[in-house]
């Protein structure tokens, strides 16, 4: 199959490798869509840290689930995504409950090789039914979960004020559920038009220029 592969800070290079098997609690997924996070992009430019190369880059994924061990209420050919923090399942954190804890987790296109392949095999129990979203959608799910865990954590109320500090996409996210929730959003950034997409598109009132004398 075709890969994608950072071989060195500022060089990605096309390579063939072997299609994964099918392995004991595992899932092959025919890649469809894949998101550029800013980690892909650091670790693009040599700046992302724990990093070491050559590395096969991506982690917000959308495929096709094309077979599967031990995945229950799933079907092959449907639309998924996965969870991409790798966790161990032996280590006290896993134990207690608290997968993303772990002190072994591996990143997928961090620690070990990700998705800007043609297949890739993944832990069952990380699948994430499509449940009706495009591929294109489901591509935003991993950086969307992070607003949305975030919103749910402060137990946003209606009519209270949120900061959001940070318009890029994970604080757009944020600011999208917590407007959902009720909220007032507050946007704060350094980047004027980031400031302005806020107001136009995600009708957010209240936005403060982090370097200006408002602050």
Known sequence: MKTLVCTTPGLLEYSQAERPLLTPG?????????????????AYEGSQPFFSYPRILG????????????ASGFK?????TFIPYFNCGKCIACRCGKPNCCANIRVCG???????????????????HGEGLSYDE?????????????????????????LVIGAGPIGLGTMKFARIAGGKVIALDINERRLQFCKDHLKVEHTVHALGTNV
């Open 26 to 42: 595992h899932a092959i997924l025919k890649i469809k869509r894949i998101g550029i996070c800013g980690t892909d992009l650091h």
């Open 59 to 70: 982690h917000e994924l959308a495929g096709e689930l094309i077979d599967f061990d031990d």
């Open 76 to 80: 092959t050919g449907e639309a998924v």
């Open 110 to 128: 961090v620690h070990v090789n990700g998705g800007m392949v043609e297949y890739l095999s993944v832990p069952s129990n990380l699948l994430i």
């Open 138 to 162: 489901l591509a935003l799910v991993e950086s969307l979960a992070i607003g949305a865990h975030g919103t749910r954590r402060a137990d946003v109320k209606p009519d209270e004020f949120v």
